[in-house]
Nanobody, 121 residues
Framework: QVQLVESGGGLVQAGASLRLSCAAS????????MAWFRQAPGKEREFVAG?????YYADSVKGRFTISRDNAKDTAYLQMNSLKPEDTAVYCC?????????????????WGQGTQVTVSS
C-alpha cells in the first residue's frame, strides 16, 4: 500500500503562484510514477502533470506548471505559476508502480484525498 497526502492548496488571485506537495509513504517511492489530476465541479477528473522516466503536462498547463519529485523526501511537487480562474479545482496526486506516465485516472493505483485550489479573478 502507498499512502499519499497532499498539501499546499488555497485561495489566490489570478496571476499568483502556489506549490502543492504530495507526501508518500509505504513503498519505494522512486519506483512509482507520480501524477497530479484535478477535478472542477461538474467536470471529469483530468490529468494535469506526471513524472516518471520523463515529465508530461496537459496542454492547458504547459509553461505555467512544473512537476518535480524529491525521492529522498518521498515527495512530489506541483509548482503552479500564473494561475487562472479556470485552474480552480480539487487537485489530487496519484501513484502507479511503473515509470511510464499514464494519463488516464484508471491506470493509477493510489490516490490522495485532494487539496482545494481556488483562483479568483
Amino acid at each position: 500500500q502507498v499512502q499519499l497526502v497532499e498539501s499546499g492548496g488555497g485561495l489566490v488571485q489570478a496571476g499568483a503562484s502556489l506549490r502543492l506537495s504530495c507526501a508518500a509513504s509505504g513503498r519505494t517511492f522512486s519506483n512509482y510514477a507520480m501524477a497530479w489530476f484535478r477535478q472542477a465541479p461538474g467536470k471529469e477528473r483530468e490529468f494535469v502533470a506526471g513524472i516518471g522516466h520523463s515529465t508530461y503536462y496537459a496542454d492547458s498547463v504547459k509553461g505555467r506548471f512544473t512537476i518535480s519529485r524529491d525521492n529522498a523526501k518521498d515527495t512530489a511537487y506541483l509548482q503552479m505559476n500564473s494561475l487562472k480562474p479556470e485552474d480552480t479545482a480539487v487537485y489530487c496526486c496519484a501513484a502507479v508502480s511503473r515509470l511510464d506516465v499514464p494519463t488516464a485516472p484508471g491506470e493509477y493505483d493510489y490516490w490522495g484525498q485532494g487539496t482545494q485550489v481556488t483562483v479568483s479573478s
